[in-house]
Structure formats: C-alpha cells, structure tokens
C-alpha cells in the first residue's frame, strides 16, 4: 500500500532555533497533503494544507511566519517551525491522499520536544 | 462545514467481548468517512474506510463499520476484543477528492481487560 514517511521521529532542540520537518509519499504522487498537530492526549489539529507550486493554505490561527511549509515536489513537503518556543513542543503528523482511491495516509509523525 | 462527534472518549471492555466505538457525522455533502487506529508515538493506521460504495464496510484486524445515512452514523464495532485492540481510535470526515482535508474525531481511547 502508499506509504508516507515523515523524518525525524523525535527531535529536541533549543528555544529561539529552527527545526524543519519532512513529509514524502514513497510511492504515489501527492499534489496536496496535508499538516496535522496533536496535543497530548487530543485530537488532531489540521495546521494547513500543502500545496505543491504554490502557497499553502493556512487554517484559522495558525501562524504562516512561524510555521512555514513548501511543497516544492510532488512527493515532498517539508514544515518549518521557526523560532520554536517551549509552547511549540507537540506531536506533528502529516497526511496525503492517494489519488483516485480517496484514501489518506499518514506519516509517523514527530514528537518535537523545545528546552 | 464539516463534523464528527465520538461519544465516549474512554471505552473499556474485556477481552473477548464486542467492542462498540461510536461515531455521527455532520456534512453538507455526501462525505467520504473513515477510521483510524493510533498507538503511543505512532501516527494514524487506516482501519477502514467508506466511500460511497457498500454500507457495510470490513476492514483490518476484524473491524467493520457501518454507514447510516438516515442516523448519520459510522459506529466501528468488532465482535471480540484482543489485547491488543488497545489504543486510541479516531474517526474522520473528508469530501471527496484528494485535496479534501480530514476532519477528526476527539477519539476514543479503548481499554482492554483481562
């Protein structure tokens, strides 16, 4: 079946830093996927949708200038939390859909954790 | 705008017995509904999906789900609980297409006992 995979797993990195965050679909073409954050024992929130060659489109409240995302291919988009604050810290998931079938996978997910 | 509501955030059952996760939907369209399994650190595994085709719908791990237009509902359920159905599972809501988000459940968190 399609496989995404998301890297790193886990990440620990130091208030006021960068840490950037890939999504690939393994093995189909994903013109659209998708940023999802989960809080501890909550639901999961989508940030944004990913647009490959154009800009993604940002849910309600979420900070485009702190989390920057670029789909610059058909089979990679990449988060960007800049400037991460303790606050930031969560699990991060990523999604596609295959064409055609409807159905969504997800990546692994990466559990950042900012000290 | 789309919706799901799971009732029951935690379910616990024995194991052997029927597991009953409920999920209602709410959609302006004909939505595509889904199912998905969450274990500790891990992302989401797809259980089953339904996509306008038959109601009943089969998936992995001897879950099924039925899809009722008339109650809005798409409750998982599995006729015998394993140990190993322990995890948290959500339900989701999508339009069709690829560029259609999911919107999720809050999850249910099912607890198997001995």
């Known amino acids: 079946g399609a496989v995404v995979s998301q890297h790193p797993s886990r990440v620990i990195c130091k208030s006021g830093t960068s840490v950037k965050i890939e999504c690939r679909s393994l093995?189909?073409?994903?013109?659209?996927m998708f940023w999802y954050r989960q809080f501890p024992k909550k639901s999961l929130m989508l940030m944004a949708t990913?647009?490959?060659?154009?800009?993604?489109?940002?849910e309600q409240g979420v900070e485009k200038d702190k989390f920057l995302i670029n789909h610059a291919s058909l089979t990679l988009s990449t988060l960007t939390v800049t400037s991460a604050h303790p606050e930031d810290s969560s699990f991060y998931i990523c999604?596609?859909?295959?064409?055609?079938?409807?159905?969504?996978?997800f990546g692994q997910g990466t559990r950042l954790t900012v000290v | 705008a789309q919706s799901v509501t799971q009732l029951g955030s935690h379910v616990s059952v024995s194991e052997g017995a029927l597991v009953l996760l409920r999920c209602n939907y709410s959609?302006?369209?004909?939505?595509?509904l889904f199912w998905y399994v969450q274990y500790p650190n891990q992302g989401l595994q797809l259980l089953l999906k339904?996509?306008?085709?038959?109601?009943l719908v089969k998936g992995i791990n001897g879950f099924e789900a039925e899809f009722k237009k008339s109650e809005t509902s798409f409750h998982l359920t599995k006729p015998s609980a394993h140990m190993s159905d322990a995890a948290e599972y959500f339900c989701?809501?999508?339009?069709?297409?690829?560029?259609?988000?999911?919107?999720f459940g809050t999850g249910t968190r099912l607890q198997v006992t001995l």
């Open positions: 999604s596609a859909r295959v064409p055609g079938s409807g159905e969504a996978f």
């Open positions: 093995d189909f073409q994903a013109t659209t």
């Open positions: 990913s647009n490959e060659g154009s800009k993604a489109t940002y």
């Open positions: 959609s302006s369209v004909p939505p595509y």
């Open positions: 339904y996509t306008s085709a038959a109601t």
């Open positions: 989701a809501v999508s339009e069709t297409g690829t560029a259609s988000k999911l919107t």
